[in-house]
């Protein structure tokens, strides 16, 4: 009997085939407990991929967005360059603008005496011919209310004389508005500050340019009841021959009413109490001299009764010289 062949250990090794390994064969076995079949490590990749997806298209926006954020920060300072001239401008516009007591104190000088002793002494003054040079300058009438506005904003003291502490002082506080921006001729009355304040600084005079310019508002005072009291009360101090009298000469306190009372719309009787004044049948009754009791009474009186006098009251407290020219209006 033949020797039986040993089987060699390739020949009884069992052929190698592709069948998985138990590790992989549980992970390709479907699971019972998720569904559509997909195991737990194959449903959480899945889920991961919307977020991230959504992290992608959050970055994408930002990066969309930062060129037009880059945008408005250059415009902004584009804005901010742009702005930074006219500041400077403003700046510069008020300096211009500002109260000058050396040119001031010049304008001064041009009118007053040219041996000044010493040019810081308050008592040098501008004399009656230096202010009508003055007047000519500016254009105005010497002997017209204007000029008696101005001697009021400086609180003059005299007649016919300014000093140097009133033209300093005086000048300095005459401040008018200005329009910085808007130039709107004529100037006050089309344009105000209460129009546009944003763009408006106060400026004191100290040239002549400058006071022409505030001649309108001077003359406004006239019209305003109650400037034009202040100013009639000033008035009769600044006409009295000196500080101790307590009267001024009738014939100064006619050319005033005259001249202070001048609007016929608001005070009345100025004309008839004038003819009064001057009737030679009332020469011994009409007054020599006005105080300053009469004087203010007559303000009350012009601008308080009726042109037909039928309001006025005799049993008031009005001077005698008011009662004796309403009798004489009313035997008229």
Known sequence: MPPRKRKTAEATAPP???????ASTASS??????PNGMDRRSAR???EKPAASASSIAKSTSSAAAPATKRSRTSKLSTSIAAAPAKSTSRSTKSAHAFSAHACESWFKSYSSDSIPNSNDETVEMDIEAIERFCNDIAVDVSGPIVLAIAYKLSAARMGVFSRAEWMNG???????ALLLFQCPPFPPMCSASHAPEHTQKISVDSTAKLQQKLPILESIFHDTAQVKDLYKWAFAFAKESPEKKYIEVEMAK???????????????????MEYLNDPDEESTAPKVINKDQWMSFFDFSSSVGEDLSNYDESSAWPVMLDEFVGWCRSK
């Open 45 to 47: 990749s899945t889920a």
């Open 29 to 34: 076995t479907p699971s019972s407990n998720h």
């Open 16 to 22: 190698q085939t592709n069948a998985p390994t138990p």
């Open 255 to 273: 050319g005033l009413w005259t001249l202070i009372l001048s609007n016929k719309s608001m005070f009345r009787h100025v004309d008839q109490f």
């Open 171 to 177: 000048m300095q506080l005459l401040e008018y508005d």
